[in-house]
């Protein structure tokens, strides 16, 4: 067995990323690369990850074990940060970038335009954490039966 624990999450997260990727191009109709690398959108990439991270911690360690503790905490940690934290965050680079285009005398050129959206609405949480779920049962089965 080659490290499951550490390659399984890695592809969960690739395979959400890219899920995102390939859904930016139908609903933009146009490739554009920067969604291969982008947080925010359908569906999380980052909550796929650690929901598997939980998962396969839990099947190879166990859930009474330190680690699974561990992944449990971060994968909380990590779905609040993209629902509440970079959905502010995102919220603050709204308002601001309206400030900054409706006061006049405001030298504009001293203030980037900040990203609006860094963070995921609940669906796309929800999403990237069924995806990790299901893609990490997928994964431990067919590893478990070579």
Request: with cysteine; proline share 4%.
């Amino acid at each position: 067995m080659i490290y499951p624990i550490v390659i399984i999450p890695i592809i969960v997260g690739c395979v959400a990323q890219g899920i995102k990727f390939l859904l930016s191009i139908t609903r933009h109709n146009k490739i554009e690369l920067k969604f291969l690398f982008t947080s925010g959108h359908m569906p999380s990439a980052h909550t796929a990850f650690v929901i598997s991270l939980v998962i396969i911690v839990a099947r190879y360690d166990s859930i009474y074990s330190t680690t699974f503790a561990i992944s449990f905490v971060l994968a909380y940690i990590v779905i609040y940060d993209a629902l509440k934290i970079r959905t502010n965050i995102g919220y603050n680079g709204k308002v601001m970038n309206k400030l900054i285009r409706e006061i006049p005398g405001i030298e504009k050129n001293g203030y980037p335009i900040l990203r609006e959206r860094v963070g995921h609405k609940p669906l796309e949480v929800l999403v990237g954490a069924v995806l990790g779920f299901f893609l990490t049962i997928l994964f431990i089965v067919v590893l478990e039966s070579l």
